[in-house]
């Protein structure tokens, strides 16, 4: 029966309202993170398209970008674009490469102050030509994650945040919020701290085989 | 055939085209055969729309109407050849005339002012006592040739239906464009609201008369001083909403400021697509997988260029160099990629590599980052570029520090043998 309504839900026509979006291309999409079990904990199994995704991590270099990197891989190969705005270091295009990024397909945002940031994250999740919109805002109020919130809407990309784990404790409209918890190369923990119609709860993403979630693999592409 | 002819008398030619390129487009409801041949006018063959319309009358109501609405001054004129229509509006009057046989009638009392003749031809006209059409036509053709020239008996021939009056279809532009004037500057953004909505309001009704949807949609505000500036609102398939083009037009002018009054507006819609309300794409990646998301990608480029420069816009590459800091290199928008993707076959690279390397404190021997870093891979030795001068010799391993973080550390093999933080696997 669930199964049922969900089928109906995911059904472009049907409007719900909870959603404010009228005019996303493809409502409900979602895209596959690459890691099953993860998947598997996720209603819609993935990232929300068309929405906000919160990655929180302590700091730099947690496994942040490894987590996103098999969902961004396959997107980079679908027509549409992949944006960085203003990364906090030189995206290294051998390891995306090796992960299976198309790097023509990558476009990387140099903004010179915090509000051309938010300017062109804004932008870049609106215009529909990016498929995924990736940045490191370091304030981000109320205010702006919904305009960001929104614009994902409307241009159904996927808005991925990267943001410090303290920000855990402030309210945001994201579809989905997920902390890293540990990485230790292999073995990425990450937990569900908010995602619409899930329990929140911690999530071990060690069930593929080693070698797939080790850099050197290109990962398999699903298309 | 039935031609009606809407003559715009506008005295500021620039206002003049605009207003007639709105009128042909609005036309299009009433017909598809229109022209913009004949100087200040559009011309409408209607013959073939009156039943549609069903009969004349109602459809000259119908016209009224819009022409009201559309609040343009506007004289019509009716009649079997478009000459005629057009010699009839620009006389002001509108009695129709609907057979050939009435043209020369119906002609003859025109003022010989809607003929285009210079003033001096038009003074020696009235010297032989010709005040109108009717008493022009009474002169002998080969005199009145001489004397008024060649052109403007030609015109009478073509509006009496004496010769063929052929008129150059107009076609609907692929784009729609529009512009809006302001008496007095308007310093609040929040006042553009209602006249930028009116534009919208015309691009989509133009858009809907066309059967047609956009993607993009630019306005260029030109302010009292300095640069023009052009906002860019997009949808992801083609639209005609007005409403939700206009709530992403307020979205953008929301962050937008300026100390100047704005005194003009401008809208230019992207190139008009079919517009099939009825079956969206299924496959989103599937439908932008086409030639189309090369445009929209350069409307996004252009968009974040215009405003943050096109020199902080990059794509990366991947670069066949053994040195991890020439291993990738920056490119801009628009410049070809280096070719065939080289994949060197290596042990892990970092998704981070810091601009710099950031040397390392050492306590005991043991390099720090936050706490005492521990090494998790064998060494990889990399030792090249004795070629060209800028040569390095390190030994790099993965390490992790007490945070968690996984680094990418180099020892330097060269002088002091210090410790290097080079990249982040993030």
New interface residues.
Partial sequence: MEQAIDQLLAR?GIWRASETA?????RG?HIPTGFSVLDTALPGGGFP?GALTEILH?????????LA?PALARLSR????I?MIA????????????RGMD??R???????SEQ?SR??L???L??????AVLAWPEHCDDRSLR?FQ??AE???SLGLLFRNSLAAGQHSPAALRLRID????QRLGVRVLKCRGATPGPVQLDDRPAGAL???QPLPLH? | MLWLCLFADDPNRERQADSLQRLANWALEFTPRISLNLPGSVLLEIGGSLHYFRGLEALRQRVQKGLEKLGIPIHTGIAPTPTAAWLIARAGGDTPIIHRRDLPEGLAPLPLGVLSVEQRQAKALQGLGCRTIGELRRLPVAGLTRRIGRHVVETLQKAHGERPDPQPEWKPAQSFEAHLDFADPVTDHQQLHTPLGGLIDRLCTELRRQDAGILRVHITLTPTRGDARTLTVGVLSPSRDAEHLKALLQQRLEGQTSADGIIGAHLQSGPLRSFNNDSPPLDLLDALADDSAQNDWQTLVELLGHRLGEAQLSLVDAYPDHRPERAWRYRRPGDSSPGDEHRPDHPPRPGWLLETPLSLDTRQGQPHYHGALVLESPAERIESGWWDGEDVARDYYIARNPRGQRLWVYRDRRGGRRWYLHGLFA
């Fill in positions: 472009p009228r005019h996303t291309g493809a999409e398209s302590d700091s730099h270099g947690m496994g942040e970008l490894r990197m679908g027509g549409r674009w944006a990364p906090p270091h030189i995206p290294y295009a051998p390891a995306l490469s090796a790097l023509s990558v476009l990387v945002v140099h903004p010179t051309q300017w062109a804004e932008q870049a609106r215009a529909g030509t990016c498929a305009r929104l614009a409307t241009g159904n540990s990485d230790n190369g080790h850099e050197q298309n």
